[in-house]
């Protein structure tokens, strides 16, 4: 074991020094992980609700679509962007191939599925009567999307989580789409597998895991304490 | 679009035509899948079993840990694998750091969670009643633990599919441990990866669309099984 212990006794002080390299890893993840969630929650909330209250023919086909979409390997999703970005490609024109911008394209586009195919699923989850009886007291669609936002807020929060853990873990798609260039575009993650790429050195390594394991126990802990604040589904609505 | 066309056009006869060496890669993932899946099954279902039938103090812990187990990121699962196999580490007499072998220890250890978590939560959504009548008719462990497995099939079933589909797409470990040797222990995710790296982009889409059409089978088995189950269903025979 005194293998293992070596590599952390070197590991902590590339931590507590602020060793450069790993200060951009982080500095990158986590603009990484904010951006890309938040750009999939812009653009999956929306659809999500739309799933989950929408009445209308082939839902249940796009809510199976949805959750299918969730096992979509990262390297598939990589490389089906990677062409739309390289100069040939339709997008080429952009130039932002093995660029940070598509780095959050990839990511954004992972986490989509989880907040497309969670939210219609905590929805689900609600109170059959709830969302009945909004509708029934003359609720329009904005007052009863707020509602319902509102009601599964624990349960869309965990798909938040998961969305985030999803960025900050991922490497297919990374390592594809941004080339893994140092200091650029590497994540924690696409940094950790690059030290071993190479034989790289093993405190180094460490150091990175050690970090990533504080950044995702970091976010899933505020973002616990963002879910559990109201404590459990309140019945409060407003007669519109 | 006309880069998209033009790799299709070279991708889509080497899988028509079964390409030796996309065919080798095919083979050792779906080996890899099959072994990972099983070991883990087998290693996975006790614990499972023993977390949502047991009543021991401190099973709501453990519980907790097995659903946080799902959310380690891979490439951590294979730095630490790393730190435990390389030469000069504990089990670095084993020699198992870049093998086969090694490959399907990482994938195990990638889909035991899936399996205990899921399949865990399965069982402990049975009905309220269902279990503890059966303790209260003289059922034994064995028998409990039977009806437990038969009752919660479905649960049980759809933790495997998510099991064999991260071990179909996961690529972190895997390149880490089995440090991606082409023609060796290349799997379809790993070998995208890789081909992607040498610019090959007409391999890696050809690779990448097996991967997607072996997901996508394992999703329609998903689709079948849960339209089948329509709710679990109550009927077994009194345990005498």
């Known amino acids: 074991m005194s293998y293992i212990w070596d590599q952390i006794r070197g590991a902590i002080p590339l931590i507590t020094h602020g060793n450069p390299y790993l200060m951009n890893l982080l500095w990158v993840s986590v603009r990484v992980a904010v951006i890309s969630t938040s750009a999939a929650l812009v653009v999956g909330l929306p659809l999500g609700l739309a799933l989950g209250l929408g009445r209308f023919r082939g839902r249940r086909a796009l809510q199976i679509l949805a959750n299918a979409s969730l096992a979509l390997p990262s390297v598939v999703v990589g490389i089906g962007l990677v062409l739309l970005l390289l100069p040939q490609g339709a997008f080429g024109s952009l130039r932002i191939e093995f660029t940070l911008p598509a780095v959050y394209i990839a990511q954004a586009l992972l986490a989509l599925p989880y907040i497309v195919a969670l939210t219609p699923a905590a929805i689900q989850g609600l109170p059959p009567g709830l969302l009945a009886q909004a509708r029934a007291l003359g609720a329009g669609r904005v007052q009863l999307s707020l509602l319902a936002l509102r009601e599964a807020k624990i349960a869309l929060l965990a798909a938040v989580i998961a969305a985030a853990g999803a960025t900050i873990a991922e490497v297919g798609a990374v390592v594809i789409v941004g080339g893994n260039f140092e200091g650029r575009d590497q994540t924690l993650a696409s940094g950790l597998m690059d030290q071993f790429n190479y034989s790289g050195q093993q405190p180094l390594a460490t150091a990175i895991a050690i970090m990533m394991v504080v950044v995702i126990l970091v976010m899933a802990g505020v973002l616990t304490v963002i879910q559990q604040r109201t404590g459990g589904i309140q019945m409060r609505f407003r007669t519109a | ?240």
Not at chain 2, 6 to 28: C, K, Q, T
Not at chain 2, 52 to 65: D, N, V
Not at chain 2, 127 to 137: H, I, T, V, Y
Not at chain 2, 157 to 179: K, P, Q, Y
Request: one cysteine or more; proline letters at 4%; a positive charge.
């Open chain 2, 1 to 240: 679009m006309r880069l998209i066309w033009d790799e299709l056009r070279v991708a889509l006869p080497m899988i028509w035509h079964g390409n030796p060496y996309l065919l080798s890669i095919i083979w050792f993932t779906l080996k890899v899948a099959a072994v990972a899946t099983a070991l883990a099954t087998a290693i996975g279902l006790p614990i499972a079993l023993g977390l949502a039938l047991g009543r021991f103090p401190g099973r709501q812990f453990l519980r907790m840990l097995a659903n946080a187990s799902l959310a380690v990121p891979p490439v951590l699962v294979g730095a630490i694998l790393y730190l435990l196999m390389t030469v000069q580490a504990p089990l670095g007499s084993l020699r198992l750091i870049w093998t086969r072998e090694a490959v399907f220890i990482a994938q195990t250890i990638l889909a035991l969670p899936f399996i205990i978590a899921l399949s865990a939560a399965a069982i402990q959504a049975l009905p309220e009643g269902l279990l503890s009548q059966a303790r209260l008719l003289g059922a034994g462990r064995l028998q409990l633990c039977g009806l437990a497995l038969r009752e919660a099939r479905i649960g049980v079933i759809a933790a495997v599919i998510a099991a064999l589909g991260t071990s179909l797409s996961e690529v972190a470990a895997v390149t880490i441990i089995g440090g991606n040797i082409y023609g060796y222990d290349q799997t379809l995710a790993s070998a995208t990866l890789f081909e992607v790296d040498g610019a090959n982009y007409a391999d890696a889409v050809a690779i990448a669309i097996v991967l997607i059409a072996m997901i996508l089978i394992l999703m329609c088995g998903l689709g079948v099984l849960q339209q089948q189950s329509g709710g679990i269903r109550m009927r077994f025979r009194s345990a005498t």
